[in-house]
Structure formats: structure tokens, C-alpha cells
């Protein structure tokens, strides 16, 4: 079945590390994304890419990093400069005429 | 301004009830429009897109007023399954998809 795969589910991180969240679509889709939502919030924009090789910085990037070196793969690195980085982390992607959105189950990154 | 705003809510109706919910979007240029709906601790899905002409689907209907730059979502008979929170999706034109923070639905026996 086609569709988008994150993992881990749950993650824990020491003050300090860097942690990886990984990011794995086989939909074919060009543009995928990372968005952050904290408890009872709506989901903030992290990072985005509409292609191989590129991405763009959302509206809360500090912190973070990206890449895109393959299409189905898009890794977001959580960095110690990221204050405040427990919460739950959402993929997507969209498809080519951007009518929909697929999203992966989500990571919960805890800062312990 | 924000590219996207909704009421958070939480909206608090009986079973039974009809219900409504508006998102504002910024951008005039802004493409295609959607509801996905969001359940506790899960990721959002596809509730429904929003055509110009406004859509049905069962006890759901969307709706979209480019004029004013809105899109709303009517819920009616509402169940107990409904609660959960929906959240307007805007294509702003810019390749990109820009989510609104969400409406909280709670709907009570």
C-alpha cells in the first residue's frame, strides 16, 4: 500500500543531542513537508520541498535542518539550538496538483 | 495577518445539532481549499475539498466565497463521532499547503 511512513513513534532526547526523524514516502509525490504541533495547537510549518535537492524554511525552521537527497526521503533533524523541541511532529506530502495532502502517524519527540 | 485563521473553539454542541465553522484565508491568489479533520493524539485526514461551487457529502457541506475570502464547513445532525478538530487547508498558490490552527468540536449526548 502506497502512503507515508515515520518513525520512531515516540522519542526521547537528552538536552544537548541531535535527533533525526525520519520521513519515507512511496506515492511518488514531488512536495513533502514537516509541521510541529504542540497540545492544542494547529500544526506550524517547519520546512517544505517541492523537489529533490531543494526545500525551502517554514515559518518555525530555526533549530531545525533538512535534506532531500532522494525523492521518497526527507529526514528532519531536531538540533540543540531548538529550545523548546517536545512535541509532535507530522510528514506530508502532496500530490502533483497539490489537491491533497497525506500525512505519516506523527513522531512525539520528548526533550528529557 | 495570518495566511490562514480559525476560531479554536472549542464548540460545545448537543447531539443532533448543526453546526458551522468559517476560515479566512489571506491570499487572493490561493488555489484549492480543504477540511481535514484531526482526532486526538492523531494525524489529520481528508475530510473534504472545497469546490467553488460548494460540495455535499452526507450530513457535510463546504462551501467557498472567493469574494470574501472564506471557506466554511456545515455539519448537520451531528454525532457524537463528529468531536474531534477540523482544520482549514489553504494551497496558497505558492506550492504550498498552509494549515489553519484548527476548530475544536465537542459534541455532547
Known amino acids: 500500500d502506497g502512503g507515508i511512513t515515520q518513525s520512531p513513534k515516540y522519542l526521547f532526547r537528552k538536552e544537548g543531542q541531535n535527533v533525526t526523524l525520519s520521513c519515507e514516502q512511496n506515492?511518488?509525490?514531488?512536495?513533502m513537508y514537516w509541521y510541529r504541533q504542540d497540545p492544542g495547537q494547529g500544526l506550524r510549518l517547519i520546512y517544505y520541498s517541492q523537489i529533490v535537492n531543494d526545500f525551502q524554511k517554514g515559518d518555525i525552521a530555526e533549530g531545525y535542518s533538512v535534506s532531500r537527497e532522494k525523492k521518497e526521503s526527507f529526514p528532519l533533524t531536531v538540533t540543540s539550538a531548538q529550545k523548546n523541541p517536545t512535541a509532535f511532529y507530522l510528514c506530508?506530502?502532496?500530490?502533483?496538483?497539490?489537491?491533497?495532502?497525506?500525512f505519516g502517524q506523527g513522531t512525539r519527540l520528548t526533550v528529557v | 495577518r495570518k495566511e490562514v485563521e480559525q476560531d479554536p473553539g472549542p464548540f460545545n454542541v448537543p447531539e443532533g445539532a448543526t453546526v458551522a465553522f468559517n476560515c479566512t484565508y489571506s491570499?487572493?491568489?490561493?488555489?484549492?481549499f480543504f477540511w481535514y479533520r484531526q482526532d486526538c493524539r492523531k494525524e489529520p485526514k481528508l475530510l473534504m475539498s472545497v469546490y467553488s461551487s460548494g460540495n455535499e457529502d452526507g450530513r457535510f457541506t463546504a462551501q467557498l466565497n472567493r469574494a470574501s475570502q472564506y471557506i466554511s464547513l456545515l455539519i448537520r445532525d451531528s454525532k457524537l463521532s463528529d468531536s474531534a478538530t477540523y482544520l482549514c487547508v489553504v494551497n496558497t498558490g505558492f506550492q504550498k499547503l498552509v494549515f489553519g490552527t484548527g476548530t475544536r468540536l465537542l459534541v455532547s449526548p
Open positions: 506530508a506530502s502532496t500530490n502533483q496538483d497539490y489537491t491533497e495532502a497525506f
Open positions: 506515492l511518488n509525490h514531488d512536495a
Open positions: 491570499n487572493s491568489a490561493s488555489q484549492s
